[in-house]
Protein backbone atom coordinates (compact mmCIF):
# COMPACT_ATOMS: atom_id res chain seq x y z
CA UNK A 1 0.00 0.00 0.00
CA UNK A 2 1.53 3.39 -1.15
CA UNK A 3 0.34 6.88 0.02
CA UNK A 4 -0.19 9.27 -2.57
CA UNK A 5 -0.57 13.12 -2.86
CA UNK A 6 -2.04 15.71 -5.39
CA UNK A 7 -1.59 19.00 -5.29
CA UNK A 8 -3.20 21.78 -8.07
CA UNK A 9 -3.25 25.64 -8.87
CA UNK A 10 -4.88 26.89 -11.82
CA UNK A 11 -2.05 28.74 -13.39
CA UNK A 12 1.58 28.71 -13.93
CA UNK A 13 2.38 31.68 -12.24
CA UNK A 14 0.75 30.28 -8.74
CA UNK A 15 2.92 28.48 -6.19
CA UNK A 16 2.36 25.22 -4.75
CA UNK A 17 4.25 25.23 -1.84
CA UNK A 18 1.37 25.56 1.00
CA UNK A 19 -0.03 22.60 -0.37
CA UNK A 20 3.41 20.35 -0.61
CA UNK A 21 4.13 21.75 2.11
CA UNK A 22 1.05 20.04 4.52
CA UNK A 23 2.39 17.22 2.58
CA UNK A 24 5.33 16.66 4.38
CA UNK A 25 3.56 15.76 8.03
CA UNK A 26 2.35 12.56 6.48
CA UNK A 27 5.39 11.07 4.62
CA UNK A 28 4.36 11.52 1.23
CA UNK A 29 7.56 10.12 -1.01
CA UNK A 30 8.48 12.74 -3.47
CA UNK A 31 8.15 10.61 -6.60
CA UNK A 32 4.13 9.58 -5.07
CA UNK A 33 3.26 13.35 -5.34
CA UNK A 34 1.78 14.22 -8.35
CA UNK A 35 0.80 18.35 -9.19
CA UNK A 36 -0.95 19.48 -12.11
CA UNK A 37 -0.90 24.03 -12.98
CA UNK A 38 -4.26 23.71 -14.89
CA UNK A 39 -7.76 24.95 -14.23
CA UNK A 40 -10.20 22.61 -12.13
CA UNK A 41 -12.95 22.90 -14.98
CA UNK A 42 -12.39 19.28 -15.72
CA UNK A 43 -10.18 16.19 -14.76
CA UNK A 44 -8.31 16.03 -18.12
CA UNK A 45 -5.22 16.94 -16.23
CA UNK A 46 -1.87 15.03 -17.72
CA UNK A 47 -0.77 14.59 -13.91
CA UNK A 48 -3.98 13.79 -12.25
CA UNK A 49 -4.13 11.07 -15.14
CA UNK A 50 -0.68 9.46 -14.55
CA UNK A 51 -1.75 9.53 -10.83
CA UNK A 52 -5.19 7.93 -11.35
CA UNK A 53 -3.26 5.22 -13.27
CA UNK A 54 -0.86 4.65 -9.88
CA UNK A 55 -3.99 3.97 -7.55
CA UNK A 56 -4.19 0.81 -6.49
CA UNK A 57 -6.82 -1.00 -3.79
CA UNK A 58 -5.64 -0.20 0.07
CA UNK A 59 -3.48 3.43 -1.40
CA UNK A 60 -4.41 6.41 0.09
CA UNK A 61 -4.36 9.93 -1.59
CA UNK A 62 -4.08 13.04 0.53
CA UNK A 63 -5.10 16.37 -0.95
CA UNK A 64 -5.27 19.84 0.82
CA UNK A 65 -8.65 20.83 0.28
CA UNK A 66 -11.43 19.52 -2.15
CA UNK A 67 -11.47 22.67 -4.64
CA UNK A 68 -7.42 21.11 -5.38
CA UNK A 69 -9.17 18.14 -6.10
CA UNK A 70 -11.58 20.24 -8.51
CA UNK A 71 -14.26 22.90 -9.26
CA UNK A 72 -16.95 21.09 -10.87
CA UNK A 73 -19.45 19.47 -9.03
CA UNK A 74 -20.57 16.41 -10.77
CA UNK A 75 -16.61 15.47 -12.11
CA UNK A 76 -15.57 15.98 -8.23
CA UNK A 77 -18.19 13.36 -6.92
CA UNK A 78 -17.54 11.13 -10.27
CA UNK A 79 -14.22 11.19 -9.43
CA UNK A 80 -14.66 10.35 -5.76
CA UNK A 81 -16.61 7.34 -5.98
CA UNK A 82 -14.39 6.06 -8.82
CA UNK A 83 -11.35 6.51 -6.13
CA UNK A 84 -12.92 4.80 -3.17
CA UNK A 85 -15.60 2.31 -4.68
CA UNK A 86 -13.81 1.27 -8.21
CA UNK A 87 -10.24 1.76 -7.22
CA UNK A 88 -11.35 1.27 -3.81
CA UNK A 89 -8.52 3.70 -2.73
CA UNK A 90 -8.82 5.95 0.39
CA UNK A 91 -8.85 9.94 0.31
CA UNK A 92 -7.94 12.14 3.05
CA UNK A 93 -8.62 15.93 2.67
CA UNK A 94 -6.40 17.88 5.08
CA UNK A 95 -8.79 20.94 5.36
CA UNK A 96 -12.17 18.64 6.21
CA UNK A 97 -11.15 15.52 8.91
CA UNK A 98 -14.53 14.38 8.03
CA UNK A 99 -13.38 13.68 4.48
CA UNK A 100 -11.22 10.75 5.61
CA UNK A 101 -12.34 7.53 3.97
CA UNK A 102 -10.22 5.29 6.46
CA UNK A 103 -12.35 6.21 9.12
CA UNK A 104 -14.90 3.91 8.01
CA UNK A 105 -18.58 5.09 9.11
CA UNK A 106 -20.26 2.26 10.90
CA UNK A 107 -23.32 3.80 10.78
CA UNK A 108 -25.68 5.03 8.51
CA UNK A 109 -25.87 8.37 9.79
CA UNK A 110 -22.31 8.78 9.85
CA UNK A 111 -21.95 7.95 6.27
CA UNK A 112 -24.92 10.24 5.40
CA UNK A 113 -22.86 12.94 7.39
CA UNK A 114 -19.91 12.34 5.11
CA UNK A 115 -22.03 12.45 2.01
CA UNK A 116 -23.31 15.47 2.79
CA UNK A 117 -20.31 17.41 3.43
CA UNK A 118 -18.62 16.14 0.63
CA UNK A 119 -21.51 16.83 -1.90
CA UNK A 120 -21.45 21.08 -0.27
CA UNK A 121 -17.69 21.09 -0.60
CA UNK A 122 -18.23 20.26 -4.05
CA UNK A 123 -20.77 22.74 -4.41
CA UNK A 124 -18.84 25.17 -3.14
CA UNK A 125 -15.73 24.62 -5.05
CA UNK A 126 -17.82 25.05 -8.07
CA UNK A 127 -19.87 27.67 -7.45
CA UNK A 128 -16.43 29.37 -6.01
CA UNK A 129 -15.13 28.86 -9.86
CA UNK A 130 -18.45 30.94 -11.43
CA UNK A 131 -17.86 33.57 -9.11
CA UNK A 132 -14.82 34.05 -9.93
CA UNK A 133 -15.26 34.24 -13.81
CA UNK A 134 -18.33 36.07 -13.27
CA UNK A 135 -15.95 38.87 -11.43
CA UNK A 136 -12.99 38.59 -14.29
CA UNK A 137 -15.82 39.24 -16.97
CA UNK A 138 -17.29 42.17 -15.08
CA UNK A 139 -13.51 43.15 -14.39
CA UNK A 140 -12.56 43.08 -18.04
CA UNK A 141 -16.05 45.01 -19.51
CA UNK A 142 -15.65 47.88 -16.84
CA UNK A 143 -12.05 47.91 -18.19
CA UNK A 144 -12.84 48.04 -21.91
CA UNK A 145 -15.04 51.07 -20.82
CA UNK A 146 -12.53 52.98 -19.27
CA UNK A 147 -10.54 52.93 -22.36
CA UNK A 148 -8.16 49.54 -21.88
CA UNK A 149 -7.26 48.08 -24.53
CA UNK A 150 -6.63 44.18 -25.02
CA UNK A 151 -4.68 41.47 -26.77
CA UNK A 152 -1.64 42.19 -28.97
CA UNK A 153 -1.16 46.02 -29.72
CA UNK A 154 -1.24 47.12 -33.48
CA UNK A 155 1.65 46.42 -35.56
CA UNK A 156 3.36 49.49 -36.15
CA UNK A 157 4.97 49.61 -39.89
CA UNK A 158 8.23 51.63 -40.75
CA UNK A 159 8.38 54.51 -43.03
CA UNK A 160 10.48 51.82 -45.46
CA UNK A 161 7.81 49.44 -45.85
CA UNK A 162 5.39 51.81 -46.16
CA UNK A 163 7.11 53.43 -48.86
CA UNK A 164 7.66 50.06 -50.40
CA UNK A 165 3.89 49.51 -50.36
CA UNK A 166 3.06 52.94 -51.78
CA UNK A 167 5.26 52.33 -55.05
CA UNK A 168 4.20 49.16 -55.50
CA UNK A 169 0.34 50.14 -55.42
CA UNK A 170 1.68 52.53 -57.75
CA UNK A 171 2.88 50.57 -60.39
CA UNK A 172 6.48 51.95 -59.52
CA UNK A 173 7.86 48.83 -57.92
CA UNK A 174 7.47 44.94 -59.17
CA UNK A 175 6.65 42.55 -56.58
CA UNK A 176 9.41 40.86 -56.61
CA UNK A 177 11.16 43.60 -55.36
CA UNK A 178 8.83 44.71 -53.26
CA UNK A 179 9.24 41.27 -51.91
CA UNK A 180 13.04 41.20 -51.69
CA UNK A 181 12.58 44.84 -50.21
CA UNK A 182 10.75 44.14 -47.48
CA UNK A 183 11.89 40.92 -46.92
CA UNK A 184 8.40 38.87 -46.70
CA UNK A 185 6.85 36.12 -49.31
CA UNK A 186 3.81 36.88 -50.93
CA UNK A 187 1.05 36.01 -48.49
CA UNK A 188 2.58 37.80 -45.55
CA UNK A 189 3.60 40.91 -48.08
CA UNK A 190 -0.37 40.77 -49.09
CA UNK A 191 -1.66 40.82 -45.31
CA UNK A 192 0.37 43.18 -43.96
CA UNK A 193 -0.56 45.78 -46.87
CA UNK A 194 -4.25 45.31 -45.95
CA UNK A 195 -3.34 45.86 -42.29
CA UNK A 196 -1.53 49.02 -43.71
CA UNK A 197 -4.99 49.58 -45.67
CA UNK A 198 -7.21 49.44 -42.49
CA UNK A 199 -4.38 51.59 -39.97
CA UNK A 200 -4.95 54.20 -42.57
CA UNK A 201 -8.75 53.89 -43.10
Not at 2 to 23: H, K, P
Not at 57 to 63: A, E, F, N, T, V
Not at 120 to 144: H, P
Amino acid sequence: MNTYAYARVSSQDQNLARQLDAFSSYGVLPKHIFCDKKSGKDFDRENYLKLIKKLKQGDLLIIKSIDRLGRNYDAIIFEWNRITNQIHADILVIDMPLLDTRMKADTLVGKFISDIVLQILSFVAENERATIKQRQKEGITAAKLRGTKFGRPAKVYDEEFKSIVQKYKNGKLPLPDALSQSGLNRCNFYYHMRKLDNIAD
